[in-house]
T-cell receptor
Framework: NAGVTQTPKFQVLKTGQSMTLQCAQD?????MSWYRQDPGMGLRLIHY???????DQGEVPNGYNVSRSTTEDFPLRLLSAAPSQTSVYFC????????????FGEGSRLTVL | SQQGEEDPQALSIQEGENATMNCSYK?????LQWYRQNSGRGLVHLIL?????REKHSGRLRVTLDTSKKSSSLLITASRAADTASYFC???????????FGGGTRVLVKP
């Protein structure tokens, strides 16, 4: 199993550009989530999904959209990038919500100029 | 706002010594988890302790939870250079996997 796969690993955008961070898992996990990690801030939850077709907002959802059309994929969309969205983004999954540990991808480092 | 706050922010020890880090949180929780992050990598789950548990062990790791003080500690015994990483506590308020992370403790184990 590949686990949780994130692409791209690095991306540089200009303010106002849009892009999608991809996340795929091959463990048949129902629960998937996106976090951003900023220095000294720990990780903050952006959006999460408890199953295909179901998404909900986390702590910092503004400026981000998600969809969950399949169990495997959970893309994160930035519609109009801002410098404040410069961060490292992590996708994480779990077999089911409430079953404990999250499995994390390796991260996507995004810089918005 | 951060639910969990780790202390200390950074820790430097010699190989073979024990490393202890603490986590304090603000509201009642369903469970608390500890994760490790090596530089430039994703987080790896270490251990989960539920609100009705006081202590758990996993290999060289020992986690305690004091719900009356809203605090937890992670002890790494007989540390190795490979334990060099950042360690994060994360609280789950309702058992739904919506974790709130602290800022982490950076641990350096010198050979």
């Amino acid at each position: 199993n590949a686990g949780v796969t994130q692409t791209p690993k690095f991306q540089v955008l200009k303010t106002g550009q849009s892009m999608t961070l991809q996340c795929a898992q091959d463990m048949n996990h129902e629960y998937m989530s996106w976090y951003r990690q900023d220095p000294g801030m720990g990780l903050r939850l952006i959006h999460y999904s408890v199953g295909a077709g179901i998404t909900d907002q986390g702590e910092v959802p503004n400026g981000y959209n998600v969809s969950r059309s399949t169990t495997e994929d959970f893309p994160l969309r930035l519609l109009s990038a801002a410098p404040s969205q410069t961060s490292v983004y992590f996708c994480a999954s779990s077999y089911r919500a409430g079953l404990g540990e999250l499995f994390f991808g390796e991260g996507s480092r995004l810089t918005v100029l | 706002s951060q639910q969990g706050e780790e202390d200390p922010q950074a820790l430097s020890i010699q190989e073979g010594e024990n490393a202890t880090m603490n986590c304090s949180y603000k509201t009642s929780i369903n469970n608390l988890q500890w994760y490790r992050q090596n530089s430039g990598r994703g987080l790896v789950h270490l251990i989960l302790i539920r609100s009705n548990e006081r202590e758990k062990h996993s290999g060289r790791l020992r986690v305690t939870l004091d719900t009356s003080k809203k605090s937890s500690s992670l002890l790494i015994t007989a540390s190795r250079a490979a334990d060099t990483a950042s360690y994060f506590c994360a609280t789950d308020l309702f058992g739904g996997n919506k974790l709130t992370f602290g800022g982490g403790t950076r641990v350096l184990v010198k050979p």
